[in-house]
């Protein structure tokens, strides 16, 4: 399973042509404490740069943009009985939903976490 | 932060801010701390439960200098609603600055100090967004014999939360007497300072006015209490929603008047009778016969928090009723909650009404202000 970053802080671990995607440990850290998320519905059809998810914290509403293109195939309905989740553990279990690939030659856009640590180091 | 902060100015508090790892940010042209590492969740909390230091030394501090109460309050009263004359010494009082039609120029405290030396002075703390726009104001008027003096060397200080009074009590312990909207000026350990038991929390507590060069020692001996955190601007907003307080820019601007902003209560009988005050025709018309349009308190169905700009609808209609002035997550409640305007027929307690949120619609229902009791300290009689 390979793990891949955006520049607009979100990861896709992708398992076969199944990507689970949520938000970094930074992207969390700077929304500060996450009170409502919203999900895609199962089904929807994405492309690159698309609006998927809304995640908001105490302060403010954000996107969660798909960075490639997709068909989602299931949300994490736990987050949203329970958004404070993807402040304690975002890279892992608070993942917000899986997208099915439809070109997987797009992931070669985004950046390992090397080259994500390196341009968070950047911000 | 970047360069984003350097022409920011900043208060005598910054260098603390940073030793404490707040996330600064940019407001009314201060570099301002919006949250510390605690998080403005637990920033909130922490405020409810025990005690919450805030920096406000970003608002406006100003004294009024006439030869005599009489006189100062005359003039006072020729730009507020409120009465001032009946002001006694060492109270204070919540007011507006009205312009010509009647809208609010600036919501204020002013406070009449209890020393006999200080007769005619009258304090007043302004919001640090309106700081230039209230003192022209105020100079443009000013009669002969009174003057503005503003202070640009003390900072300001809350101590908010229900353990305020008893960590206070520590070091002022002369402030242990003073009952809600009540000013004095004592000693915090050495350092004479002049506090209010007031603030904008909805909670007990007080405001301190300290010497800039004094004010690191007087939150670091707070902050070594096991009762008081640190706590930023982002906290200090969702607490002052949750205790229905306006926010000037926001809930109220100069084209409110204080009965559309359902905040009479800072006009007393005299004023109402005789409407002598900046916009007196407009605001007597609405006291007689009800506003255009009317702040309202708004629960909100679910989970999903409405923000400032949403628009206010009859449920299922396409017709814009209002919009949301303030909104947010209230930590408190566990939910979401907003203020904003409707027209009056649509301000009645338990009225339906839907919010628009990403092109949604999502229930809510007008309800009583304030959304969490407020604790004021009020003296036994």
């Given at each position: 399973?390979?793990?891949?970053?955006?520049?607009?802080?979100?990861?896709?671990?992708?398992?076969?042509?199944?990507?689970?995607?949520?938000?970094?440990?930074?992207?969390?850290?700077?929304?500060?404490?996450?009170?409502?998320?919203?999900?895609?519905?199962?089904?929807?059809?994405?492309?690159?740069?698309?609006?998927?998810?809304?995640?908001?914290?105490?302060?403010?509403?954000?996107?969660?943009?798909?960075?490639?293109?997709?068909?989602?195939?299931?949300?994490?309905?736990?987050?949203?009985?329970?958004?404070?989740?993807?402040?304690?553990?975002?890279?892992?279990?608070?993942?917000?939903?899986?997208?099915?690939?439809?070109?997987?030659?797009?992931l070669d856009g985004l950046m390992d976490e090397a080259a994500y640590k390196a341009y968070v180091d950047t911000l | 932060m970047g360069d984003q902060t350097t022409d920011l100015l900043k208060t005598p508090l910054y260098d603390l801010h940073e030793e404490l790892g707040a996330k600064i940010v940019p407001f009314a042209g201060y570099a301002m701390p919006v949250q510390y590492p605690l998080g403005i969740m637990k920033e909130h909390l922490h405020?409810?439960?025990?005690?919450?230091?805030?920096?406000?030394?970003?608002?406006?501090?100003?004294?009024?200098?006439?030869?005599?109460?009489?006189?100062?309050s005359a003039f006072l009263e020729t730009l507020v609603p409120s009465n001032m004359k009946e002001l006694k010494?060492?109270?204070?009082?919540?007011?507006?600055?009205?312009?010509?039609?009647?809208?609010?120029?600036?919501?204020?405290?002013?406070?009449?100090?209890?020393?006999?030396?200080?007769?005619?002075?009258?304090?007043?703390v302004v919001n640090a967004a309106r700081k230039a726009v209230d003192y022209e104001y105020i100079r443009s008027h000013l009669p002969d014999g009174i003057t503005l003096e503003t202070f640009e060397d003390r900072a300001l200080l809350a101590l908010q939360g229900p353990k305020a009074a008893e960590v206070m009590a520590r070091f002022a312990p002369d402030a242990a007497d003073l009952a809600f909207m009540s000013v004095a000026?004592?000693?915090?350990?050495?350092?004479?300072?002049?506090?209010?038991?007031?603030?904008?929390?909805?909670?007990?507590?007080?405001?301190?006015?300290?010497?800039?060069?004094k004010a690191e020692l007087i939150a670091r001996t707070l902050l070594a209490e096991e009762e008081v955190e640190a706590i930023g601007l982002g906290a200090r907003d969702s607490l002052r929603l949750e205790a229905g307080?306006?926010?000037?820019?926001?809930?109220?601007?100069?084209?409110?008047?204080?009965?559309?902003?359902?905040?009479?209560?800072?006009?007393?009988?005299?004023?109402?009778e005789a409407g002598d005050f900046p916009g007196g025709q407009r605001i007597l018309k609405e006291l007689a016969e009800g506003p255009a349009r009317k702040r309202v308190a708004l629960k909100i169905e679910g989970r999903a928090p409405a923000r400032e700009g949403a628009q206010i609808r009859i449920p299922g209609g396409d017709e814009t009723l209002?919009?949301?002035?303030?909104?947010?997550?209230?930590?408190?409640?566990?939910?979401?909650?907003?203020?904003?305007?409707?027209?009056?027929?649509?301000?009645?307690?338990?009225?339906?009404?839907?919010?628009?949120?990403?092109?949604?619609?999502?229930?809510?229902?007008?309800?009583?202000?304030?959304?969490?009791?407020?604790?004021?300290?009020?003296?036994?009689?």
């Open positions: 399973m390979s793990t891949y970053f955006s520049e607009d802080h979100e990861w896709l671990k992708v398992d076969g042509d199944v990507a689970t995607i949520g938000i970094t440990n930074y992207a969390q850290a700077q929304l500060g404490d996450v009170v409502f998320v919203e999900l895609p519905e199962n089904g929807k059809t994405l492309s690159k740069g698309d609006e998927a998810a809304v995640v908001e914290s105490v302060k403010a509403a954000s996107e969660v943009y798909v960075p490639v293109d997709g068909e989602v195939v299931e949300g994490n309905e736990a987050l949203v009985e329970e958004p404070a989740k993807v402040n304690e553990d975002p890279e892992n279990s608070a993942w917000f939903f899986k997208l099915k690939l439809s070109d997987k030659s797009q | 405020t409810r439960a025990a005690a919450g230091l805030f920096d406000v030394s970003h608002m406006g501090q100003a004294v009024l200098k006439g030869p005599d109460h009489e006189t100062t010494p060492g109270k204070q009082r919540y007011t507006v600055l009205l312009n010509r039609d009647g809208g609010i120029l600036d919501d204020l405290m002013v406070a009449r100090p209890a020393e006999a030396d200080r007769e005619g002075d009258l304090m007043l000026t004592l000693l915090f350990k050495d350092t004479e300072v002049h506090v209010s038991r007031s603030g904008y929390t909805g909670e007990d507590g007080y405001e301190i006015s300290a010497p800039a060069d307080l306006c926010l000037y820019g926001h809930d109220i601007d100069e084209t409110t008047s204080p009965v559309e902003a359902d905040i009479t209560f800072c006009m007393q009988k005299r004023r109402k209002g919009e949301v002035t303030s909104g947010g997550f209230a930590p408190t409640l566990g939910a979401p909650i907003a203020m904003g305007y409707v027209p009056a027929q649509f301000s009645e307690v338990g009225t339906s009404l839907a919010l628009v949120v990403r092109g949604k619609e999502i229930p809510a229902t007008v309800t009583a202000a304030p959304f969490v009791p407020q604790r004021y300290y009020r003296k036994p009689k």
